[in-house]
């Protein structure tokens, strides 16, 4: 896995930045530092959650929309295989926040969430005002995200953004960040993201102590 800089994400084709090629290792990245901060977002549910709300959790944050027609179904994947796979460690949440939610409103993110079998009291899905919810990837998650105003754009590919998760400890500080998932052009990406996940794991199975 490439490591990761805390400065946006360069935007790739497709309706996501996609995951990267590297070395046929996957060493495991080094810890980020750096706070999430405020923030105050609509849940599926129709409560208010901001960043307090998550204090004393471990989570893992993903970036999607709805209608996508690229990566976001294999990154919320990804995220749902997590949610199983990680439910032995107790109060670790995930939390995945629209890139669109001028179309991505409550009823939209409940269809969306029961499609991935999300635990409601685990796996959040926030939504809010897009101008809101894109200055906070970009100054406060560090991520990218672009509306794209071209003419030619297809329906299910509206935004670039980061395909990212990011690991949030405790305290609200994200310390890790990681492919949500692999880069099917390369044969060894496959092996290199499953290694990648098992970092991940590793990562919050730590921080959850």
Known sequence: MLRFSPLLVILLSGCGVSARHG???????????????????????????????????VWVASFVFTRCAGP??????????????????????????????GHDDMAKLREYAKHFNADADRWLFLTGDEATIHKLMREQFKQAIERKSREDVKPG?????STRLLVVDKEGMIKASFDGLANEEYPESREQFETNLSHLKDRVRQLAR
């Open 23 to 57: 070395s046929d290792t996957a060493p495991t990245p080094p810890d980020l530092d750096f706070p999430v901060g405020h923030f105050s977002l609509m849940e599926r549910s129709g409560r208010t959650i901001t960043e307090q709300d998550l204090r004393g959790s």
């Open 72 to 101: 976001c179904p294999q990154v919320t994947a990804t995220v749902a295989k997590l949610q199983a796979e990680l439910k032995d460690v107790p109060g670790v949440k995930f939390v995945t926040i629209t890139v669109d939610p």
């Open 157 to 161: 590919d509206e935004f670039g953004h």
